[in-house]
């Protein structure tokens, strides 16, 4: 009997051993460097960051509370309202069609085997390891209104040679287009990943059935690759959002005021005007627009992929 009573206590003192203190203390050693990095360069200049909104203050130094006067300010600012249109109509141009495209092209490439497979793929990701200044020197000189290669079909389309970027309604689909370009390479490369872990013995399996290319595709690739494209939208929002660069250097010389988004809003307020406090405002509105956006698409789509 006592046998018995001693195995069957055995497994609860094995349990409550699992997490005794020297475990628990290389636990908090191992991740204190993380969280201590973390903690300053993103909780403690966000938390300022929120602070200094609600202050008249320059960029750099002292100011004055004034609580929520910054927010009023900027709900009743009209270049605030062009920034965030602007910035959400690019997102509409480039999010989707980036993961479609990014899906569709890797579906090509993980047909491909050996050195076609990795050369194609390497082919289209060169493009994202480009810094933004060389984009936008290739792009610029494809797109001149005098000597540009791409002027050929625009003026056979157009009947005449047009300034791309000094059009304003060509300007953000033109510029949702290069970026298009420019990062589809790092949606590909995710997308291979997640098609390389589907088991070929799946296929295999639904061909002996019958199954035709669309029906694989319906029934096994698509039901299967979808954490792979929520994690593609989430991570092509949240760097949509924050866009700056293309728009910056693709407007210059331009109507600025009519193509800014947020990010230069926020260029333009803090570091142009040195006002810290408004800048900061603009900062905080972008930065809860990007989580509640990003929370409600992951988990809309996590549901919808659960069902």
């Given at each position: 009997m006592a046998d018995i009573q001693a195995a069957a206590g055995q497994p609860a003192r094995r349990k409550r051993s699992r997490y005794n203190r020297s475990e628990v203390g290389v636990a908090l050693l191992l991740v204190a460097p993380f969280v201590v990095v973390y903690g300053l360069l993103f909780v403690w200049?966000?938390?300022?960051?929120?602070?200094?909104?609600?202050?008249?203050?320059p960029l750099i130094g002292a100011g004055e509370w004034?609580?929520?006067?910054?927010?009023?300010?900027?709900?009743?600012?009209?270049?605030?309202?062009?920034?965030?249109?602007?910035?959400?109509?690019?997102?509409?141009?480039?999010?989707?069609?980036s993961t479609l495209l990014g899906l569709a092209i890797a579906l090509g490439v993980n047909r491909l085997k050996g050195w076609a497979q990795s050369l194609v793929l390497a082919c289209f990701f060169i493009p994202y390891i480009l810094p933004v200044s060389v984009v936008y020197r290739i792009w610029g000189w494809m797109f001149d209104s005098q000597f540009g290669i791409l002027q050929y079909p625009i003026s056979w389309l157009t009947g005449g040679n047009i300034s791309v970027f000094r059009t304003?309604?060509?300007?953000?689909?033109?510029?949702?287009?290069i970026t298009i370009w420019w990062l589809v390479g790092f949606n590909v490369l995710l997308f291979v990943a997640g098609l390389r872990n589907i088991s070929s013995e799946i296929y295999e399996a639904a061909q002996l059935d019958g199954a035709t290319r669309w029906q694989q595709f319906r029934r096994i690739t698509w039901p299967l690759i979808w954490?792979?494209?929520?994690?593609?939208?989430?991570?092509?929002?949240?760097?949509?959002?924050?866009?700056f660069d293309q728009i910056y250097l693709f407007g210059q010389?331009?109507?600025?005021?009519?193509?800014?988004?947020?990010?230069?809003?926020?260029?333009?307020?803090?570091?142009?005007?040195?006002?810290?406090?408004?800048?900061?405002?603009?900062?905080?509105?972008?930065?809860?627009?990007i989580v509640i956006f990003s929370v409600l698409q992951y988990q809309l789509l996590r549901a919808r992929g659960e069902k």
């Open positions: 200049p966000t938390l300022q960051m929120i602070w200094l909104s609600f202050h008249k203050a004034i609580g929520l006067d910054n927010y009023f300010r900027l709900f009743g600012d009209r270049l605030f309202g062009v920034a965030f249109w602007n910035t959400a109509y690019f997102v509409l141009l480039s999010v989707i069609p304003l309604p060509l300007f953000m689909p033109s510029v949702a287009f954490p792979v494209t929520v994690l593609v939208l989430t991570i092509q929002l949240i760097l949509q959002f924050k866009i010389g331009g109507r600025t005021d009519a193509t800014m988004g947020m990010v230069q809003l926020i260029f333009r307020n803090a570091f142009q005007k040195n006002q810290g406090g408004y800048g900061a405002t603009v900062a905080v509105v972008l930065f809860a627009i």
